[in-house]
Nanobody
Framework: VQLQASGGGSVQAGGAVRLSCAASARTFSSYTLAWFRQAPGKEREFVAIVSVGGDRFMYADFVKGRFTISRDNAKNTMYLQMNSLKPEDTAVYFC???????????????WGQGTQVTVSS
């Protein structure tokens, strides 16, 4: 499945951004989907994951209560609503598809190209 992330941009601390991840495959609804992020000089890290049916979620501790992951299988699209953004949320955000319920990036089989989110103080 091919993924394309969009929606990044520059925002002030406390602001909000909504990311989208569109997929090309009709098998989109068969995949577990996740968001990862990578800040300059740091490793790519897990942010959030949503189940195939969109009814099960898990978040990294540093985004709990601020970010919401969702998916619309009819539109082949996943979302990440990011509220109360902090400067430390600045990173390139990647969407990923896999067949396992996991936070390990090496287990994901398809990645989007990434979208930059910059949060200024």
């Amino acid at each position: 499945v091919q993924l394309q992330a969009s929606g990044g941009g520059s925002v002030q601390a406390g602001g909000a951004v909504r990311l989208s991840c569109a997929a090309s495959a009709r098998t989109f609804s068969s995949y577990t989907l996740a968001w990862f992020r990578q800040a300059p000089g740091k490793e790519r890290e897990f942010v959030a994951i949503v189940s195939v049916g969109g009814d099960r979620f898990m978040y990294a501790d540093f985004v709990k209560g601020r970010f919401t992951i969702s998916r619309d299988n009819a539109k082949n699209t996943m979302y990440l609503q990011m509220n109360s953004l902090k400067p430390e949320d600045t990173a390139v955000y990647f969407c990923a598809a896999g067949v396992s319920w996991t936070t390990e990036k090496k287990r994901y089989i398809s990645w989007g190209q990434g979208t930059q989110v910059t949060v200024s103080s």
